[in-house]
């Protein structure tokens, strides 16, 4: 309880200083919805994002939803027409995760990328489609002369690689996001299961039941399932 309270009164004091900093510079506010931005506070970046003219605050609002995946209303935000790579990607993206794949994938192959950050960001999401439909080979060819951005492709990476029947490869990038230090609670339980690791699990329950987010119950609840199954059939 007092960990919850010390969390809201942390939460409610970050955006008093967000709120203050912007109104002590009238022209900083598309900055202050970068740094919301940046981090993980999707409400407030966009609550500065809506009162910029500047077109690049459009693209923090489809990202903070993007982020929360909230595909509707990156669909609703994006312009209608549009061949910037920011709005080709995340429209591909929406898509995709809308189930509506081969849209997605027409988007994302008509046309290079000029932007490498995009450039990037959309051959993974490429090979997730092939990966959904079953093209293993195909993904595992997109992926294979790229380095993964963050521990999120690294999980995706593993996953293509074990598709692929290329067991020490899929390790090596799970064994990575156990030892990173940035790696998220569910990021690296996913990577912990994969390699059939309860001790891992063990040391990750603790953490999760510790921090008060939205979703620490069921994700405890999956850490404790997984500890019994993976115990019993170890």
């Known amino acids: 309880m007092r960990n919850s309270v010390r969390f809201c009164a942390a939460f409610i004091l970050l955006s008093w200083g967000i709120a203050f900093a912007a109104e002590e ?17 999707w409400d407030i970046a966009r609550s500065y994002a809506f009162k910029s003219d ?3 605050s459009r ?13 509707e209303n990156v669909l609703v935000h994006l312009p209608v027409r549009g061949t910037n790579d920011w709005v080709r ?39 997730k489609i092939l990966f959904t439909n079953k093209d293993f080979q195909g993904a595992g060819k997109i992926l ?19 598709a692929c029947g290329d067991a020490d490869t899929s390790r090596k990038y799970w064994n990575e996001i156990i030892s990173s230090t940035s790696a998220t609670e569910r990021v690296k339980s996913s990577a912990a299961i994969k390699l059939r690791d309860v001790s891992v699990l063990e040391k990750l329950l603790p953490e999760v039941v510790s921090v008060p987010v939205k979703h620490s119950l069921s994700l405890s609840l999956a850490l404790i399932a997984s500890i019994l199954i993976l115990s019993v059939s170890v």
């Open 25 to 41: 510079d009238g022209n900083g506010i598309l900055e202050t919805a970068r740094s919301a931005l940046r981090d993980g506070l």
């Open 54 to 56: 500047d077109e690049s």
């Open 59 to 71: 693209k923090i609002i489809v990202e903070s939803y993007a982020r929360q995946l909230d595909w």
């Open 89 to 127: 990607y995340y429209r591909a993206m929406a898509l995709q995760s809308r189930g509506e794949s081969k849209p997605a994938y027409d988007i994302l192959v008509e046309s290079p990328f000029s932007d490498e950050h995009y450039r990037s960001l959309a051959k993974i999401l490429e090979a």
């Open 144 to 162: 294979s002369g790229m380095q993964p951005r963050d521990d999120e492709a690294r999980l995706f990476y593993g996953e293509i690689f074990e």
